[in-house]
């Protein structure tokens, strides 16, 4: 059991990496295949907490991160046979970063370093890691999502401010600004469904949110119908038509679906 752990997917595989027990940084990568059967592949070279994970060709990485003494900049990455290398560390250690992946690349973006941070790495389909224009405004506990052609990095904390900011980047790694969030918060959860990413949820500073906004290929904003419950702390997931946003601050048993023509349901709560 642990907290602040990453997820990714590879093959044929969905990883869940690191973490924090309660007592203790872990290492522990747990598997599950299709058939949803568990597997314990080699451990993560470093123990450590509040990662990000995102996927690139035939690969799963895992990046950042806390050890308990120091911000980490290791990355491990798994293949389809669940093989572990350690390809060219993040160029600045950092936790609370957020991963995406668009085109040939997994992105990592912002994170906390003692102060926020606007670094971006990006890795192909090679490992090989380049360094793209920063964010626009640098930021921890930020999210992601991914939509046609582009990774999207949203919200965050600046170290003084919640912030609204959204920073999009193409297959080329080229950098743009879409509209802002409709309101500016932190700890909120990202997914995609359909033509959309969508980022639900978080925190405003004052109070938990139930704000969901939603781009769509061309980086246009709506907001349909926002959460039945606000919480923060929350997770989302893509599954067939549907983006999942479940749990979060309370704790909290909700699930929220959305479909691809951003129609809310709430399915059967968490167990």
Do not use: H, K, M, Q
């Given at each position: 059991a642990r907290d602040h752990l990453a997820g990714a997917s590879v093959g044929d595989y969905a990883l869940f990496?690191?973490?924090?027990?309660?007592?203790?940084?872990?290492?522990?990568?747990?598997?599950?295949?299709?058939?949803?059967?568990?597997?314990?592949?080699?451990?993560?070279?470093?123990?450590?907490?509040?990662?990000?994970?995102?996927?690139?060709?035939?690969?799963?990485?895992?990046?950042?991160?806390?050890?308990?003494?120091a911000y980490s900049a290791v990355v491990d990455a798994y293949d389809t046979d669940l093989t572990r290398s350690t390809p060219i560390a993040l160029s600045t250690a950092r936790r609370e970063l957020a991963g995406a992946s668009v085109g040939d690349y997994a992105l990592f973006a912002g994170g906390y370093t003692g102060s926020a941070s606007s670094v971006v790495d990006a890795y192909d389909t090679d490992l090989t890691r380049t360094t793209p224009t920063a964010l626009s405004v640098a930021r921890s506990d930020l999210r992601a999502a991914s939509v046609g052609d582009y990774a999207l990095f949203a919200g965050g904390y600046t170290g003084s401010a919640y912030s609204s900011v959204v920073d999009a980047y193409n297959s080329s790694l080229v950098r743009s600004t879409p509209t802002a969030?409709?309101?500016?918060r932190y700890m909120l959860a990202g997914a995609s469904v359909g033509d959309y990413a969508l980022f639900a949820g978080g925190h405003t500073g004052l109070a938990c949110s139930?704000?969901?906004?939603?781009?769509?290929?061309?980086?246009?904003?709506?907001?349909?119908?926002?959460?039945?419950?606000?919480?923060?702390?929350?997770?989302?997931?893509?599954?067939?038509?549907?983006?999942?946003?479940?749990?979060?601050?309370?704790?909290?048993?909700?699930?929220?679906?959305?479909?691809?023509?951003?129609?809310?349901?709430?399915?059967?709560?968490?167990?």
């Open positions: 990496a690191g973490g924090y027990t309660g007592s203790a940084y872990s290492a522990v990568v747990d598997a599950y295949d299709t058939d949803l059967t568990r597997s314990t592949p080699i451990a993560l070279s470093t123990a450590r907490r509040e990662l990000a994970g995102a996927s690139v060709g035939d690969y799963a990485l895992f990046a950042g991160g806390y050890t308990g003494s969030l409709s309101r500016a139930a704000v969901v906004d939603a781009y769509d290929t061309d980086l246009t904003r709506s907001t349909p119908t926002a959460l039945s419950t606000a919480r923060a702390c929350l997770a989302g997931v893509s599954v067939g038509g549907y983006a999942l946003f479940a749990g979060g601050s309370g704790p909290s048993l909700v699930v929220d679906a959305y479909s691809a023509n951003l129609t809310r349901t709430t399915p059967t709560a968490l167990s």
